[in-house]
T-cell receptor, first 115, second 113 residues
Framework: AQKVTQAQTEISVVEKEDVTLDCVYE???????LFWYKQPPSGELVFLIR??????QNEISGRYSWNFQKSTSSFNFTITASQVVDSAVYFC????????????FGKGTSLLVTP | DAGVTQSPTHLIKTRGQQVTLRCSPK?????VSWYQQALGQGPQFIFQ???????QRGNFPDRFSGHQFPNYSSELNVNALLLGDSALYLC????????????FGQGTRLTVV
């Protein structure tokens, strides 16, 4: 069963629009970590953020912000004032203590930002 | 500070052959994990090496094997290649079996013909 669901396969926005990428996860562990990675066309996965299951504080880093809600098992990612350079595939991932911290990725959301 | 480096970047092999991919972890990291990413899919966990031993394994057949050296670098070996093994193979390094965030290399694109 898919442990991480990214329901949006592709999103297209115009530059300067805000965009939210959804991520829903499933786990029985009480200790786990959630991640977001960006994969540009070059292929390398770029680490964006890691949150542990005990810290539900929202986080903001520049134009990026993350909303972690355990009640809905969601870890959504918002890009404010999107730019063309934000175009990439974004992956949400879950890491569980009982799985030795192996990353379990969603299928990714392809974001296209046009001028 | 060098990040995670993988070699080669691209590789073409014939069905039935064997292949070895290499990974050098980020400086200070002692754990290496390997992932397979098919086109249009998310990466799938193959296995993780820590202290020169395989610690965790995903749902991959025994044709996939690995090794970690004393300097923490790692190899991924795939025997009896199938067309379905064509993918981007990503190496990730972290500290302490993944307690810290994982950093990825640029990947090796393997094409099996």
């Amino acid at each position: 069963a898919q442990k991480v669901t990214q329901a949006q396969t592709e999103i297209s926005v115009v530059e300067k629009e805000d965009v939210t990428l959804d991520c829903v996860y499933e786990t029985r562990d009480t200790t786990y970590y959630l991640f977001w990675y960006k994969q540009p066309p070059s292929g390398e996965l770029v680490f964006l953020i890691r949150r542990n299951s005990f810290d539900e504080q929202n986080e903001i880093s520049g134009r990026y912000s993350w909303n972690f809600q355990k009640s809905t098992s969601s870890f959504n990612f918002t890009i404010t004032a999107s730019q063309v350079v934000d175009s990439a595939v974004y992956f949400c991932a879950l890491s569980e203590v009982n799985s030795g911290y192996a990353l379990n990725f969603g299928k990714g959301t392809s974001l296209l930002v046009t001028p | 500070d060098a990040g995670v480096t993988q070699s080669p970047t691209h590789l073409i092999k014939t069905r039935g052959q064997q292949v070895t991919l290499r990974c050098s972890p980020k400086s200070g990291h002692d754990t290496v994990s390997w992932y397979q990413q098919a086109l249009g899919q998310g990466p799938q966990f193959i296995f993780q090496y820590y202290e020169e031993e395989e610690r965790q394994r995903g749902n991959f057949p025994d044709r996939f094997s690995g090794h970690q050296f004393p300097n923490y670098s790692s190899e991924l070996n795939v025997n009896a290649l199938l067309l379905g093994d064509s993918a981007l193979y990503l190496c990730a390094s972290s500290l302490g079996q993944g307690i810290t965030e994982a950093f990825f290399g640029q990947g090796t694109r393997l094409t099996v013909v």
